[in-house]
C-alpha cells in the first residue's frame, strides 16, 4: 500500500507563502491521481487541489488562483504552493491519492498523515 508524507506546514501570517510536499513511499503518479484536501477544527474535510496523471488540475473556488498543485517526477514528489494565505486557509493539510481525477474526498483511497498550516491575522 501505498505511504504518503506530507511536509512543509507552519505557523504563518496573513499574505504570506507556504510550500507543502508530499513524498508517496513509492512511484505512484503514473498509477494514481494525486490530490490535496483540508480539514478545519469542527469541519468537514474539504477538498483543495487535484491533479491528475496526465497533468490536468482542478481546484476548489475558495483557492483558485492563490494555490498551484504541482509534481516533480523525477523526484516523485508532490507539491502544494500555498500564496497570499488568509486565516481561512488554516487547517491540516493532506495529501491523498486516487484511482480516478476527483474532487470528491471519499474517492481517495490513501492519505497521508496531515501537516498543520496556520494562518494568524
Known amino acids: 500500500q501505498v505511504q504518503l508524507v506530507e511536509s512543509g506546514g507552519g505557523l504563518v501570517q496573513t499574505g504570506d507563502s507556504l510550500r507543502l510536499s508530499c513524498a508517496p513511499s513509492e512511484p505512484t503518479f503514473s498509477s494514481y491521481a494525486m490530490g490535496w484536501l483540508r480539514q478545519a477544527p469542527g469541519k468537514e474535510r474539504e477538498f483543495v487541489a487535484a491533479?491528475?496523471?496526465?497533468?490536468?488540475?482542478a481546484y476548489a473556488d475558495a483557492v483558485k488562483g492563490r494555490f498551484t498543485i504541482s509534481r516533480v517526477n523525477a523526484n516523485n514528489t508532490l507539491y502544494l504552493q500555498m500564496n497570499n494565505l488568509k486565516p481561512a486557509d488554516t487547517a491540516v493539510y493532506y495529501c491523498?491519492?486516487?484511482?480516478?481525477?476527483?474532487?470528491?474526498?471519499?474517492?481517495?483511497?490513501?492519505w497521508g498523515q496531515g501537516t498543520q498550516v496556520t494562518v494568524s491575522s
Open positions: 491523498a491519492s486516487s484511482n480516478f481525477f476527483t474532487s470528491t474526498p471519499k474517492n481517495f483511497v490513501h
Open positions: 491533479l491528475d496523471k496526465i497533468g490536468g488540475r
